[in-house]
């Protein structure tokens, strides 16, 4: 299998993409997975030049356009979404024009070649105010200067049970079920708990005279990882991490995880071999 591209927390920045578009049409890996945060956010810069619908107006031509160039040679594009993108959207991703250029994968299934791929976009409590991509995360705990999935705003009502009761680990438990996941691919946006690949900016701050926690990943996600050792995860949200920790990549048992999200300018493209997920390099474009 020719390698396959993975990209995180692009923020709707069209100098990434055309870089990723670029590699693909170059190198034309297999599959393409896309790790959330695709869209632009109050919290970014704004897009060069402006869109005003992004996905209708700039990814879905562009998509389309690399799909027509390459013909058999379009890759497998897996992605979801993440905290900074709004869950309105989420049925544009799904609709007929953009299910020809990828697969949504969000809390589903999917497979390339003989490996499962699953998505999930939700991370634990933030102190943003976007509560869509939010969801508790063992419990009902909400770390010190966090805002709780049940305040702040969402752009798609949902259940207010599912709100209060839902967690990442109740999702995770039925989402792979009892499946062996040897061969499975996980496209996670968060990354796992005290980790290299979720360390955050937070040295000596203090909320209400308590230190904050400098990692804030998702403790589910890394018990799940543990207990059931997928072959590979993708994670992005932290774009800090591997500047503060000199790592974008780790192991937890047997399961590679690496982290593609960049606090620079820069696409950080990831390229890896799903046969050797361990090998995996990372370039700065």
Known sequence: MPACFFATDLHGRTARYGKLFAAIAAERPAAVFLGGDLLPSGASPPAEPHFHDFLHDYMIPEFARLRYSLGDAYPSVFLILGNDDPRYEEESFCADAAAELWQYIHQRKASLGDLAVYGYAYVPPTPFLLKDWERYDVSRYIPPACVSPE???????????????????????????????????????????????????????????????????????????????????????????????????????????????????????????????????????
């Open 151 to 285: 305040e702040g705003y969402r752009s798609l009502a949902i259940d207010e049970m599912d709100i209060r009761w839902g967690t990442i680990h109740k999702d995770l438990a039925a989402l792979a079920g009892d499946a062996s996941l040897d061969r499975a691919i996980f496209l996670f946006h968060t990354p796992p708990y005290d980790t290299p690949l979720d360390r955050a900016a937070l040295d000596g701050k203090l909320f209400e005279h308590v230190e904050l926690d400098v990692h804030v990943g998702s403790i589910a996600v890394r018990r799940f990882i543990e207990h059931r050792q997928p072959l590979l995860t993708l994670h992005g949200h932290i774009h800090e991490s591997t500047r503060l920790t000199g790592d974008w990549k780790t192991t937890l048992g047997r399961t590679v995880c690496i982290n593609a999200a960049h606090d620079g300018p820069e696409l950080s493209l990831v390229r890896f071999d799903p046969e050797s997920p361990a090998a995996a390099t990372r370039d700065l474009l």
